[in-house]
């Protein structure tokens, strides 16, 4: 039982390059979430799919695209990085109790 | 809008003490709330969850209470060990107009125990 996991680790891109990180549970949850966390600013939601087939804007959603690819998979795209982008992506899941738990992170720096 | 405020924003104590950090929420209307833990460079480990309904959870040396009338939890460290360093994030799920799906984080507490 791996939990929630990520990838990449860490990742470096030049200003209007695009990717996709990725992130899958193995713990049957339901909801899945991405979050970035900034110095100062604390963690703040991206993106959230309540269930599969379904996803919603959370706070900061400009610049990011979503997919939930299925129960085990939610993917975050940023179509046209920018430095602004530059953070710490944490994925998440919950379960039925309604605790959430986190993935390792993807440090991410825009150039 | 619910926000979420933790103080101290640091701490540092010696090793044995025991120790409270706070937590406040401006909305009451809560579903649960949620205490991790972070060690540098890594992510969130859950500690405690404490549902609406109830007042306190235990963990090990870990207590944390849920005071949600006037908007507050405290995390209680009992015999602090320098292990405990880590920054410590409450989440509230919820609040009037929020969503069950959405967690407001606080800032943290740094915690430092030295030696």
């Known amino acids: 039982n791996a939990g929630v996991t990520q990838t990449p680790k860490f990742q470096v891109l030049k200003t209007g390059q695009s990717m996709t990180l990725q992130c899958a549970q193995d713990?049957?949850?339901?909801?899945m979430y991405w979050y970035r966390q900034d110095p100062g600013m604390g963690l703040r939601l991206i993106y959230y799919?309540?269930?599969?087939?379904?996803?919603d804007k959370g706070e900061v959603p400009n610049g990011y695209n979503v997919s939930r690819l299925n129960k085990r998979e939610f993917s975050l795209r940023l179509e046209s990085a920018a430095p602004s982008q530059t953070s710490v992506y944490f994925c998440?899941?919950?379960?039925?109790?309604?605790?959430?738990?986190f993935g390792p992170g993807t440090r991410l720096t825009v150039t | 809008k619910q926000e979420v405020t933790q103080i101290p924003a640091a701490l540092s104590v010696p090793e044995g003490e025991n120790l409270v950090l706070n937590c406040s929420f401006t909305?009451?209307?809560?579903?649960?709330l949620q205490w991790f833990r972070q060690d540098p460079g890594k992510g969130l480990t859950s500690l405690l969850l404490?549902?609406?309904?109830?007042r306190e959870q235990t963990s090990g040396r870990l207590n944390a209470s849920l005071d949600k009338s006037s908007g507050r939890s405290t995390l209680y460290i009992a015999a602090s060990q320098p292990g405990d360093s880590a920054t410590y994030l409450c989440?509230?799920?919820?609040?009037?107009?929020?969503?069950?799906?959405?967690?407001?984080f606080g800032k943290g507490t740094l915690l430092t125990v030295n030696p």
């Open positions: 989440a509230v799920r919820g609040g009037s107009g929020g969503s069950n799906y959405k967690l407001t």
């Open positions: 713990m049957n949850h339901n909801s």
């Open positions: 998440a899941s919950r379960d039925l109790s309604r605790e959430q738990y």
């Open positions: 404490i549902q609406s309904s109830q």
């Open positions: 909305d009451s209307a809560i579903y649960n």
């Open positions: 799919s309540a269930s599969e087939g379904t996803t």
